[in-house]
């Protein structure tokens, strides 16, 4: 099988501390973001997808990409959701902040999940 192009290089043997979980956000759900998250799901690490800050140039490429990465075992979220599960509690010193900017970000309309 041949190398995906994908955003994600192998940090083995550098010496580098490679996360077990990251959350991608970008362009071109059915091709960067895709490619990316199928290689994270086979190094082992767990893979958030914020639907809302991922696009493509047609909704059918962004939901085939959302779906197969799901299907693949990416978790889908939404950056509002990722904010608050880094915050925690109402007690983190930037949660009155970062709730402030969600409500003034938040998109009239939203994106379809898929």
């Given at each position: 099988?041949?190398?995906r192009r994908s955003l994600w290089a192998s940090e083995e043997g550098n010496g580098s501390?490679?996360?077990?979980?990251?959350v991608l956000v970008g362009l071109e759900a059915h091709v960067c973001i895709q490619q990316t998250t199928l290689d994270l799901l086979e190094?082992?690490?767990n893979v958030h997808l914020c639907v809302d800050a991922i696009s493509s140039q047609s909704p059918t490429d962004r939901a085939c990409g959302l779906r197969r990465s799901s299907d693949a075992g990416a978790f889908v979220t939404s950056t509002e959701s990722v904010c608050f599960e880094l915050m925690r509690s109402k007690d983190h010193p930037n949660f009155k902040a970062i709730s402030n900017a969600v409500k003034e970000t938040r998109a009239?309309?939203?994106l379809?999940?898929?």
């Open positions: 099988m041949s190398r501390t490679v996360s077990s979980a990251l190094a082992g690490i009239a309309e939203p379809e999940y898929f």
